[in-house]
């Protein structure tokens, strides 16, 4: 079993990069700073290996901070997206990311945005995507 981190739509579990059914659609860069829109993250075929659907998770909250700035996570709890630590199975580790399945998910817990991210600096009326 593992921990990992991930930010996700609360409603459509779209990624930052892809809508649930792979289509490219990458919200990421509409965000002010989109901290990490340069993260190369082109279709690849291991996440749909053999029917199966994987989807792309960090290792540590800390790295989490790598990836996402203040702003950035800000804007993303504007738009629905909620980080979540999720407890799975069946993870496949990666060179800078883990991935893992839906159904290898035991455990999936909401973390508040503002205790990892200093959200609170930035007011709803300021920034509009």
Not at 3 to 12: G, L, P, Q, S
Not at 84 to 107: M, N, P, S, V
Request: with cysteine.
């Amino acid at each position: 079993m593992n921990k990992i981190y991930r930010i996700e739509h609360e409603n459509t579990t779209r990624s930052l990069w892809y809508k649930p059914d792979g289509t490219f659609d990458p919200f990421i860069e509409k965000l002010t700073e989109g901290k990490t829109r340069a993260c190369p993250m082109g279709f690849d075929s291991k996440f749909y290996d053999l029917g199966t659907i994987w989807f792309s998770a960090c290792y540590s909250v800390s790295n989490m901070r790598q990836w996402f700035s203040d702003l950035d996570a800000f804007e993303l709890t504007q738009n629905g997206y909620k980080l979540y630590e999720i407890t799975a199975r069946d993870c496949l580790k990666q060179e800078h990311e883990i991935i893992f399945t839906k159904e290898g998910i035991l455990l999936k817990e909401e973390i508040p945005i503002n205790t990892i991210w200093n959200v609170n600096k930035f007011s709803k009326e300021s920034i509009i995507i």
